[in-house]
Structure formats: structure tokens, C-alpha cells
């Protein structure tokens, strides 16, 4: 595009300069035609300077070569796809952190009666056309909850620019319209779909499908069919209630007797890789155990095993009984590395044997896995352990996932904690530290109590590596208890 503007602003000053000699030449019509020099050039201009000004080739070479240009990188633009990803990560970003959509709409990330969760260095905001296509993903879904609000917005956004025009936008205050009196219809407004709907035929009073519409929506009012404006528009979606409290918000509330359990140490672990740098361990939550290793790696620890991974970023996937597929409350990339890949990963696990007591070597653990957390990328609430025997974990046949330690190598400026939810807290996002919990009890059951959820990225990059660890192989690192409920 720059090098299109550069070869089309060169054009148009020849251009320019043409007109300009033409002009001047112009100013005594009379003196052209008395000399025969100038009258010369008057008719040589008339009969070909001027056409091949106007059927230049240089305008068509130009427009070709912006298109040539854009073929090549096609491939590499964000598709269909990434676009209505984004939008639905717009929602979910909404949903989870309770934000207001108009608020969103002009750069502010608030809830209300709050401060603000994120205050950006450069304040962006979205366009009509911008809301428009974020309501328009959620009413091709028939989401109507959502639909509704972003388009309301598009709607009063379109409403404040009427008669100007935007060469980028796709869409009109007429096509805003036009989808949110149907909305309204589906969630059971019809007073308001038909007040949109008249609006609408103000714009454009010869459109037969809206004028049937209205005259419908007004048939279904004389019924008493959705004159009161509830109905199936006062049933709200569980995706879209606020989870903000829920999912990281809320500061931990541990019981009294556990105060005395929880605070800072420095660890060796009984372990001679430690003695002469101890592991700084802070006990986060006693049931589950969760601890959080900080300074576990380096910058430059972190840098390699992130830049090792790039190239083998997919989509991540979840088990789904004996297989596994990609799924809307996983939203992230992810690509394993094996200890052999860096002497950076073989050392990391050396130090997670070191901090867990725990056997990594194969098949006990899993290879690293390292997530990529983009716009809105997490992780809806889910056990790290099996919890049926079908599932693809055990054919390492090497038993259930014992423990998991995840490894935080990046910051993000807001959201993306680990919140355990029926533990009710939260671990925010610490750059460098280690996250450790147990799955399984000690007599070999799951523990419910570890079902968490990786929050949605509010601002930033979150990158985290995860390392599982099976049972076989830590019998008598991690011996059953005496007591069979343990």
C-alpha cells in the first residue's frame, strides 16, 4: 500500500504539472491562435497530450501492481476465521471482566462501580463498522444477548456519522438496523424490532422485506404478543453471566487455621542441586496444595524455550473421550518440546525434578508444553487429571497425571490469572515463577478441589510451559498415606 500511494502520488503530480502548463497556456486564447508556434501546441495538445493523459497506462500498471502485491501476501493474512476469533474473544473479554460494551467501544476496559482493569499507554477505539461485525459474529450464531449490545452500539455510532462515508466500512446504519430490530424480534422485544424496523424504512421506504416485517411485528403487538418487551429477551445465556468475581477478581478468603500454612521459603528439598541456590517457594493455598516457585527461570531461559517453540504454534486441543479436538473454551496455540530439542529444556527438567522430588524421566512425564495465549485466549475450567479411563492420557501407560507445574515466560498488563474455582482464589500472572499443585490425592483419586481455569487475556502476550507428571514411577517419592481418604 505505501508503495502504491508513493507510485500514485508521482502520477498525479505529472498530472498536476500538465494541468498547470495547459492552464497557463490557456490564459489568452486569442494569443494562441495569432502565433502560429502557440497554436501549434494548442492543437497538438488537443490531439494527443491530452488523451494520453487521460488513458495513461501508468494508473492501470499501478493498480495491478497493488494487487500483484496483495496475491503474495494473502496467505499470510489473518483469515475469516482469525477475524470472528477476535470478535468472539471481544465477548468473552465483556463476559468474564463484566466490561461495558460502550466502554469497550471508546477504549475504556471498566466495569462498573470499578476502576478501570486496564489503563492502555494508547487509547484505541472501535468504529460502527467495527461493532457492527462483532454484533453480527454473535447474531449468525444466534446469540442474541450479545448481538444485541454491539450492534446497539454500531447503531448509535452509525446514528452520530450519518451522510459520511467511510471507503473501509461494510456495513451501514441501515444494515446495523436492520439486524438488531431482528435480534430484538428473536429475544422477544417486538415493540422495539418494530420501532427499529420504521426507523429502517425511513432510510430505505422501498424495501418490501422490512415493510413485510413491519407489518407483521404490528399484527403480533395487536395479538399482545411481545408488547411488554420481556419474554425470551429476559432469559440471559450462563455464557453471559459476569465471572469476574469468580475468575481472578476476588482476593483468596483462606480459613484461619490455614494462615499459619501459608508464607515464604527457601527450599532444598533434600535435593544437592538446590543447596547452593535454594528454591524461593511461596505456599499460595493448602487444599489444593499450590505453591508458587519464584525467579524459577531466567529471561533468557524463558526467550529460548518461547523462540523454540514459535515455529510449532497450533491451535491447541482437549481430550474429548478417546480423542482429541480443538474447542471454543480452549483458545489458545501450543507446541511440545522434547528434552532433547535445547540443553535450556533438559535443564529446566532437571530443576523441576530438583524443586518436586518427583521421577521426569520418560515415560513418568510428559514432553514440556508451551501455550500461547493471544486476544482473549484461555482456558474455560477444567481438570489437568483424567478423570475417565478412556481418556488419551493413559496410553503413555504410565498412569493419571499426578501433579503439574506450570512455568509463567511472559507478563501480561491484565487478566490471565490461574483461578481454581471451587477453591475460590486466583494466581495472578507472575513472569518467571513456577505454578505447582497436586491432581491426584495421595490414595490415587483426582482431587476436585484443582479444577481451575486460565483466565482471559485482558492486555498482553501470555505465554506459560506446562509439565505433567504421571504416578508410575513416584510410588515411593509420593507414598500413599495411611489413611485411605487421604
Request: net charge neutral.
Amino acid at each position: 500500500l505505501r508503495s502504491y500511494l508513493r507510485d500514485e502520488s508521482s502520477r498525479l503530480r505529472l498530472l498536476r504539472r500538465f494541468y498547470e502548463k495547459v492552464q497557463a497556456l490557456h490564459q489568452d486564447p486569442e494569443a494562441s491562435v495569432d502565433n502560429p508556434l502557440l497554436a501549434f501546441s494548442l492543437i497538438k495538445r488537443l490531439h494527443s497530450d491530452w488523451p494520453n493523459i487521460i488513458h495513461s497506462d501508468q494508473a492501470t500498471r499501478n493498480t495491478q501492481a497493488l494487487h500483484a502485491g496483495l496475491r503474495e501476501l494473502e496467505q499470510e493474512l489473518p483469515g475469516a476465521e482469525d477475524l470472528d476469533g477476535a470478535a468472539r474473544a471481544l465477548m468473552r473479554l465483556q463476559d468474564v471482566y463484566a466490561l461495558s460494551v460502550k466502554g469497550l467501544a471508546s477504549g475504556v476496559f471498566q466495569s462498573a462501580g470499578h476502576p478501570p482493569l486496564y489503563s492502555p499507554g494508547r487509547r484505541a477505539s472501535l468504529s460502527a463498522d467495527d461493532c457492527f461485525h462483532v454484533g453480527k459474529v454473535a447474531y449468525d450464531t444466534g446469540d442474541h444477548y450479545h448481538s444485541i449490545a454491539w450492534l446497539e452500539e454500531a447503531v448509535s455510532l452509525f446514528r452520530l456519522s450519518y451522510g459520511s462515508w467511510n471507503p473501509e466500512d461494510r456495513s451501514s446504519l441501515e444494515d446495523a438496523l436492520d439486524h438488531l430490530a431482528f435480534s430484538y424480534f428473536m429475544a422477544g422485544n417486538i415493540s422495539h424490532a418494530l420501532s427499529l424496523s420504521r426507523e429502517f424504512l425511513r432510510y430505505d421506504p422501498s424495501n418490501q422485506r422490512v415493510s413485510r416485517n413491519v407489518a407483521k411485528y404490528k399484527k403480533l403487538l395487536e395479538m399482545g404478543i411481545g408488547a411488554s418487551g420481556t419474554g425470551r429477551g429476559a432469559v440471559v445465556p450462563l455464557s453471559a453471566v459476569p465471572l469476574h468475581g469468580l475468575l481472578g477478581a476476588l482476593p483468596p478468603q483462606p480459613a484461619p487455621e490455614q494462615l499459619l500454612q501459608l508464607g515464604c521459603s527457601y527450599e532444598t528439598n533434600g535435593s544437592p542441586f538446590l543447596l547452593l541456590q535454594p528454591a524461593k517457594k511461596e505456599m499460595v493455598w493448602i487444599q489444593p496444595h499450590v505453591a508458587l516457585y519464584h525467579d524459577f527461570i531466567t529471561d533468557a531461559e524463558a526467550e529460548t524455550i518461547k523462540g523454540l517453540a514459535g515455529p510449532w504454534l497450533q491451535r491447541s486441543v482437549v481430550a474429548s473421550g478417546e480423542k482429541q479436538q480443538k474447542a471454543e473454551y480452549r483458545i489458545s496455540k501450543s507446541a511440545w518440546l522434547k528434552d532433547t530439542a535445547d540443553p535450556v529444556v533438559r535443564a529446566l527438567d532437571r530443576r523441576i525434578a530438583a524443586v518436586t522430588g518427583l521421577d521426569l524421566r520418560p515415560p513418568y512425564a510428559e514432553y514440556l508444553q508451551v501455550v500461547n495465549y493471544g486476544l482473549g485466549g484461555h482456558y474455560e475450567p477444567h481438570f489437568d487429571h483424567a478423570t475417565s479411563m478412556k481418556s488419551p492420557l493413559y496410553r503413555m501407560k504410565s498412569g493419571n497425571r499426578i501433579a503439574t507445574i506450570m512455568i509463567y515466560l511472559s507478563a501480561v498488563e491484565a487478566g490471565g490469572s490461574t483461578a481454581f474455582v471451587y477453591a475460590n482464589f486466583s494466581v495472578p500472572v507472575v513472569k518467571n515463577a513456577a505454578l505447582f499443585w497436586w491432581n491426584l490425592r495421595r490414595n490415587g483419586s483426582g482431587d476436585g478441589d484443582t479444577l481451575h481455569a486460565g483466565c482471559p487475556v485482558l492486555a498482553g502476550d501470555k505465554w506459560v510451559a506446562n509439565k505433567w507428571i504421571h504416578e508410575h514411577g513416584q510410588e515411593f517419592r509420593r507414598p500413599c498415606s495411611t489413611d485411605p481418604q487421604d
